[in-house]
Structures are given as structure tokens and as C-alpha cells.
């Protein structure tokens, strides 16, 4: 195991006992109070979280016990007679998650702080004659993430999030299926957590940017979220009260075969203009090249021309992601979220694409539709949410001791 392995995050129990799960809960909203408003107050946490005085200061003290908080070194003055009151905040000093992202090209290997903050980031490209190979993706991977670790010798890590697009089962570890890198059954838990000797945690990179933008980013207090991922796969994720909807076997959010209107691109089901491959970042790309903008598969490629006045390449983005808003605008008649969080290249980087996109979700719904809150590292975001969901779902599982 790395030297700078700290004690495993396990999973959370299938059936917990009613007082576990209440304790769980108490410690997560505690926690989560800190991240959200600290420095704070524990008084304020009280107030805020409902709960009393006593259990919000018992809890910060097992946190502190365990290095995930700390007292701030300037007390604030109370408005009454009586001692200072001395916040306390998150310690972001010590500890890490380790967040992996596979995606069509590359692999996404990061640490990540218990705020959300990349750390540190490499990317690995899929090249050689492996390719996309589960077995030495996974290892290349996980040899990436021992040495940024072993950069950073003062860091423990509480283990590791994999994200991924396509069919990714949480419960088991699995990626059930993903056509586009030819994965089928895929134990990634189980290989990961061999080659690491860290807990792994698994899930589809579109619910694991639901839980990021809902603990660091831009769905902060939203009672109920959308997230529209649009990559080389499409996918989406909904989570409502605090909770983002699975399904079984994890399956919610394939969205990738839903019609697109006036689709043109043949898909490999068989039909025409399915959602996935009229928007993939593939498609994109091919109309890009077949107009002389690139040469590669690469779409920052195009946003770049777009931004060096290329009229075509501006037109292309904008086209995107305005068909982007209108399949956005299909969940929102469904489901009716709150809030919209989409990932798409174009809308994460021009003010036009967001244009677009708002107009094709229509007036009514647009001040609803905000791009991610990680323009520059969502891959790496999305790996290391999937830790610290678990994390700030069960904070008092950091260390056996705490128990």
C-alpha cells in the first residue's frame, strides 16, 4: 500500500439500523455545514441544522479528532457577555481523494482536497497497442495515482473515486457496459482496489457531477438538479432532496438513444439521429475536419478556431449547443428540476454556445439552465465526487476509530 494511505472509507450498509442512520445523517449535515458557511460557529451550525448545541459540538469534536476540521485561529467576538466564539472550518490540509476518469480518448488521474479543488491532475492518453484496454487502463491508472501520491508524501488519501460514462453500476463496482471503449463487465472495484490497496468507489461520471456541483459547485441548496453530460457519450442525472436517482443496477440516465428532431447522423442501433450521436464531441469533430477547421478528434481544437474568428467553427458550437438546449428542454418537461447543470465543450467555454443553449431550452426555463461550476477539470471533478460523496455521507466512517 502507498505510504500516504489513510484508514478506508468503506461503503455505506445496505440496511443500517434506524439509530445508525440518524447518527449518519446528523454527522453528514454537521459536516456539510462547515463546508458550506465555515468558518462557523458551532452555535450557527445549531441553528442552521436544527440540531442541539451539545450534538453539534460533540460532532465537531470527533471531525477534529480526526483531522477533518479544525478551530479557526481568529475567534469571533459573541454580541452578548460570555466567551469569543471560535469557528471552525474545514481542514484541507491532510487529506486527499484520488479521482479517476476514464473517457474515449484519455484516462483523468487527480487529487482532489475535501473541498472539491484539483490538487494534482495527469492525463493519460489511450494509445499503444492496448488501447482502451480495461485491464491496463485501469493498471496505468492506478500506477499514475501511487505517483502523484508519492509527490505529495505529507497527503493521505481516503480512497478513490472512478467515474466513467455509459453503464456504470455503483452498488457492484462495475461497468456493466460501455460500447464506445468496448468494456463489458468490467470489476473496476475490484482491480482498482487491488492495484491501489485503497477503497474504491464507482459511478457514472454524469451522477458524480450531480454530486459535485451539489456539495462544491453551482447546485449548492438546489432541492432538485439536472445534469446533462455531453462528451463523446451523452448522458444525464437527476437527484432530488439529496439524492440522485440509480435505479437498478444503476441504469438511470441512458439517454444516449433518445430521437433528436431533425436528426441526420445514422446510429449503430440502427435508427437515425439519436441523441448520442448527433451531439457526441466524434460528431462535432467530423463536421469540424469535413469543413477544414481541424484535423484531429480533438474539440477544444474547435473551440480554439472558434475563438481565432473562425466563423464555421463558431456556427458548428453554436448549432451544438443550441440542439443541446432543445434535448435539455425534453427532460425539463419531465422531470422539472430546479436546476440545470450541463457539460458540454462549447457552453463551458463561450458565452454564444450558452446563448444558444438558453434559447433552445426556451425563455421560460433558461434562467434555470447554468453551465458546470469545473470548467477546467471536470473529468478530474468527476472521478474524485464519487469519494467525496461518500465522504460527506458518512463522515464518521473516515477512521474505524470514530465509530
Given at each position: ?82 466567551r469569543p466564539h471560535v469557528p471552525v472550518d474545514l ?120 454530486n459535485a456541483e451539489r456539495l462544491f459547485g453551482r ?185
Open positions: 500500500m502507498p505510504p500516504s494511505v489513510a484508514p478506508p472509507v468503506p461503503s455505506r450498509p445496505s440496511s443500517p439500523s434506524p439509530s445508525a442512520s440518524r447518527r449518519r445523517t446528523s454527522a453528514s449535515v454537521v459536516l456539510r455545514s462547515v463546508l458550506e458557511h465555515g468558518p462557523v460557529a458551532r452555535s450557527t451550525i445549531a441553528r442552521l441544522t436544527g440540531l442541539s448545541p451539545a450534538s453539534v459540538t460533540d460532532y465537531c469534536s470527533r471531525f477534529t479528532e480526526l483531522g477533518l476540521i479544525r478551530e479557526s485561529e481568529t475567534p469571533r467576538r459573541s454580541q452578548g457577555v460570555g481542514d484541507a490540509s491532510r487529506f486527499v481523494v484520488g479521482g479517476i476518469h476514464v473517457a474515449v480518448p484519455h484516462t483523468t488521474v487527480a487529487l482532489l482536497d475535501l473541498r472539491g479543488r484539483v490538487v494534482a491532475v495527469r492525463e493519460l492518453r489511450h494509445k499503444g497497442a492496448d488501447g482502451a484496454d480495461a485491464d491496463a487502463v485501469l493498471a496505468r491508472a492506478g500506477d499514475a495515482l501511487a505517483a502523484l501520491l508519492a509527490r505529495s508524501p505529507r497527503l493521505r488519501c481516503l480512497g478513490v473515486g472512478f467515474a466513467a460514462g455509459g453503464w456504470v453500476d455503483r452498488d457492484s463496482g462495475t461497468v456493466v457496459e460501455h460500447p464506445l471503449l468496448g468494456w463489458h463487465e468490467v470489476p473496476v472495484r475490484e482491480l482498482l482496489g487491488d492495484r491501489t490497496g485503497l477503497p474504491v468507489h464507482v459511478d457514472g461520471h454524469a451522477r458524480a457531477l450531480v447546485a449548492r441548496g438546489s432541492r432538485s438538479v439536472l445534469h446533462l453530460f455531453v462528451g463523446n457519450v451523452v448522458d444525464a442525472a437527476f437527484a432530488t432532496n439529496d439524492e440522485v436517482h440509480h435505479g437498478p443496477r444503476s441504469q438511470a440516465g441512458a439517454i444516449a438513444h433518445l430521437p433528436v428532431p431533425g436528426g441526420t447522423e445514422p446510429c449503430e442501433c440502427g435508427r437515425t439521429g439519436c441523441l448520442q450521436v448527433e451531439l457526441s464531441e466524434r460528431t462535432l469533430c467530423r463536421r469540424a475536419r469535413r469543413a477544414g477547421i481541424v484535423e484531429g478528434v480533438n474539440p477544444m481544437h474547435v473551440v480554439a478556431a472558434a475563438a481565432a474568428g473562425d466563423p464555421v467553427a463558431a456556427r458548428l458550437l453554436a448549432e451544438r449547443a443550441g440542439a443541446v438546449g432543445r434535448a435539455a428542454r425534453l427532460l425539463l418537461d419531465v422531470l422539472n428540476p430546479e436546476t440545470v447543470v450541463v457539460t458540454e465543450v462549447g457552453v463551458l467555454h463561450r458565452e454564444d454556445c450558452l446563448a444558444a443553449l438558453r434559447e433552445g431550452v426556451g425563455d421560460d426555463r433558461a434562467a434555470s439552465v447554468v453551465p458546470s461550476g469545473f470548467p477546467d477539470s471536470v473529468l478530474a471533478v468527476a472521478g474524485g465526487a464519487v469519494a467525496l460523496d461518500v465522504l460527506y455521507r458518512d463522515p464518521l466512517a473516515a477512521s474505524p476509530e470514530a465509530i
